[in-house]
Nanobody, 125 residues
Framework: QVQLVESGGGLVQAGGSLRLSCAASGRAFRNYNMGWFRQAPGKERDFVAAIDWRAANTYYVDSVKGRFTISRDNDKNTLYLQMNSLRPEDTAVYYC??????????????????WGQGTQVTVSS
């Protein structure tokens, strides 16, 4: 089992940047594929970005490509999401998640085994 704790959310103006972190504890973080999801009020929890356990491959939803960067530091047991050029539509609670399987569908929240509690990101216009 792995425990996940997000941090780094906050209020930022449109065009600004934030860096989210997800600290992992428990079983070896390096064995998990990792993802970021977000959920706006009244909406489904949607995929944002994912990275495989070796950091060899990254995946993004189209709306954040070129603006967000997912990365991980397996020595520090930490996942990151660098968010630049933020827009009001990026406002949501952001969740990190860990996937213990083969990583075939890292854009699907059903594939993930462990979730953090979320961190709020609010982008003002």
């Amino acid at each position: 089992q792995v425990q996940l704790v997000e941090s780094g959310g906050g209020l930022v103006q449109a065009g600004g940047s934030l860096r989210l972190s997800c600290a992992a504890s428990g079983r070896a973080f390096r064995n998990y594929n990792m993802g970021w999801f977000r959920q706006a009020p009244g909406k489904e929890r949607d995929f944002v970005a994912a990275i495989d356990w070796r950091a060899a491959n990254t995946y993004y939803v189209d709306s954040v490509k070129g603006r967000f960067t997912i990365s991980r530091d397996n020595d520090k047991n930490t996942l990151y999401l660098q968010m630049n050029s933020l827009r009001p539509e990026d406002t949501a609670v952001y969740y990190c998640a860990a996937e213990a399987g083969m990583g075939y569908r890292l854009d699907s929240k059903k594939e993930y085994d462990y979730w953090g509690q979320g961190t709020q990101v609010t982008v003002s216009s």
